[in-house]
């Protein structure tokens, strides 16, 4: 949809990622005038592992669970049985998880999110529209975008990703490498060994802040990819670019997989910011962040879609309280980080505490993958790691 040079809505949010689009879906009905802005044209790409946790999906079946059911049927789809966990001497931990998951590409779940808040909502959904700059008033939010049109609204929601404009703008801070992980993927085929319906987690003894990964992802593509904590990266100057394929060829417990593996497309790279960091605000007058721009990856698996959803969904929450009591104060907002923090934060510093005691450690991940082989202790092994 195209927007004319100057337009007025309730709400807008920024980014048609798995933030913006729950966020979308959880205002659906809700008599306000939403507009859904992204700089991308989708179908789109989204540098990931392509792994949808399972509370992905429950956040989504809590809207409707049509919705998730749905998401069942996509093409590439990889449902996930079972995972394998390599511990740097070696030693396989095989987990299954209590809730159902699968593997799809970015490209195509994230258009399939966009396509129910097409078919669910009267969202005004402007692709092709990047936000360029935003500044708040007493009474509205005034938007440019990169088009040169002006946006203007009560709320703006930020869901615009790890490189997130409203926050830049809204709450600059320098970047954290120890709460921040670079991470790169590749695809590939014809990987030895390599089957649908497992996904393998290798961890090294030199890079604990980190894993490599191999995931299916349907139709005989594998997603490999490699996230390391950017501090470790700048500290060690890492290019992850040439230590994945490196990895893949000396790992012990890859060495010849890929022999005869087939790569489709280059290595590409994007940040992951973590949360579990010290408080910092998520939210202010008039504006709200979700997702990756309120740093909410966890930090030991790296997995983001699940959180980015659920904050999506308690930030409409907060959106129907403002507009209630017609209160877009800062000091209302915080009920916003209060939430976040209670339903996602609290879980998330948990997993950054355990993911720097085990980074100088590898002889105690041996030990506890050798634990879990105990009978009746592998529950407990897994649910401290996730
Ligand atoms: C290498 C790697 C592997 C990962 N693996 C996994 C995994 O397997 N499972 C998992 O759950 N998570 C994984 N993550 C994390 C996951 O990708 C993110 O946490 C998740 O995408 C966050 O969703 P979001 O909606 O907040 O942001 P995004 O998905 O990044 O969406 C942001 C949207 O905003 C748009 N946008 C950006 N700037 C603007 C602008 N100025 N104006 C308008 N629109 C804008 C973008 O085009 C994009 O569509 C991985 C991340 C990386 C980098």
Redesign the pocket.
Known sequence: MLIPSSANYDVAI?????????CALALRHRGLRVAL????Q?P?D????????GH?LKALRQLDPSFAEGLWQLQPLDAVRQSRLVAPNGDSLWMRWKLPSF?SP?ETF?AALLALVQAHSTTEILEN????TLSIDADHVRLT??AGAEITCQLVIG????????RRQLLPAPLDRAHH?????AYFEDIAGAKAGLTEYFFTKDYLQGYL?I?PVGRGLY?V???MLSETVARHKVDLKQLLPQLLATHPALAGRFASARQHGGI??????LGGGRTVSVSGQRFLL?????S???PI?????????Q??ILAAAQVLACFEKQDFAAGFMKQYDAQVAEKISRKLAKSYRLMRFLSNKPWLVNAGVRLARVPGLKPWVQKVIG
Not at 37 to 40: C, E, G, I, N, R
Not at 46 to 53: E, F, I, L, T
Not at 129 to 132: A, F, I, N, V, Y
Not at 301 to 309: P, W
Request: aromatic share 6%; hydrophobic share 40%; with cysteine.
């Open positions: 920024i980014g048609a990622g798995p933030a913006g689009t729950a802005l992204d700089k991308a989708f789109r989204k540098v990931c592992g392509d792994a949808v946790p992905a593997n970015r994230d529209t990047g936000l360029k975008t990169s869901c615009d990703g790890a490189n997130s404009v409203v992980c670079a991470g790169v993927r990964w995931f997603n990819g490699l996230g590409q790279g994007f940040g992951l910011p979700c997702g990756d721009a309120a909410l990856i966890d698996q790296g997995h983001g879609i699940d959180t980015a959803m904050s999506g």
